[in-house]
């Protein structure tokens, strides 16, 4: 079955425009998290959502935002860029079980200029 | 929710097993950890998990401690395509939430 996909896979913006970036869980997956990864902190949780619910968010400002549709895609929202948001952002699906792996997608790179 | 720690960057030798061990010692009895890899550029992949006991795929074997503070991942006859950066997490699975806190990673090189 199809992976977890995420699109754009590149995309170059500038400070002060926003970004929406597009998660396709793998089917059946009803849980959807998002991570951005950067050289200087690695690999950080922003928000997890099952069944269009915000479960849980990490520590980031509110310019980061999120939503799920009932079909389990996800987006993300970044707005008022800042160069410093310039990363790897990473989706993952899971099925919610109670251990169940997660899955990620080949992430989209945004680099802000 | 737990962290964990991981030693920067280790080497082994193509062929011999490499030995990755992470340090849990504030992990609760609800965590479960779980060890994922990543390639350069590429998405984290999968690679195994436990609760208590040890397990073991076709691609490694997770060794938990009794006490449940630290555990090693083995990889059993290392290769090239091993090289990347590991990561062992413990995960917070909740009815409320689901929450996956990431480690430093361990940047494993396989030598020929």
């Known amino acids: 079955k199809a992976g977890v996909t995420q699109t754009p896979r590149y995309l170059i913006k500038t400070r002060g425009q926003q970004v929406t970036l597009s998660c396709s869980p793998i089917?059946?997956?009803?849980?959807v998290s998002w991570y951005q990864q950067t050289p200087g902190q690695g690999l950080q949780f922003l928000f997890e959502y099952f069944s269009e619910t915000q479960r849980n968010k990490g520590n980031f400002p509110g310019r980061f935002s999120g939503r799920q549709f009932s079909n389990s895609r996800s987006e993300m929202n970044v707005s008022t860029l800042e160069l410093g948001d310039s990363a790897l952002y990473l989706c993952a699906s899971s099925l919610d079980s109670h251990t169940g792996e997660l899955f990620f997608g080949e992430g989209s790179r945004l680099t802000v200029l | 929710d737990a962290k964990t720690t991981q030693p920067t960057s280790m080497d082994c030798a193509e062929g011999r097993a490499a030995n990755l061990p992470c340090n849990h010692s504030t992990i609760s009895g609800n965590e479960y950890v779980y060890w994922y890899r990543q390639i350069h550029s590429q998405g984290p992949q999968y690679i195994i998990h436990?609760?208590?006991n040890n397990e073991t795929n076709e691609m490694a074997s997770l060794i938990i401690t009794e006490d449940r503070k630290s555990s090693t991942l083995i990889l059993p006859h290392a290769t090239l395509r091993d090289t990347a950066v590991y990561y062992c997490?413990?995960?917070?699975?909740?009815?409320?939430?689901?929450?996956?806190?990431f480690g430093p990673g361990t940047s494993l090189s396989v030598i020929p």
């Open positions: 436990g609760l208590k």
């Open positions: 089917s059946g997956h009803r849980s």
């Open positions: 997490i413990v995960r917070v699975m909740k009815t409320s939430y689901d929450k996956v806190i």
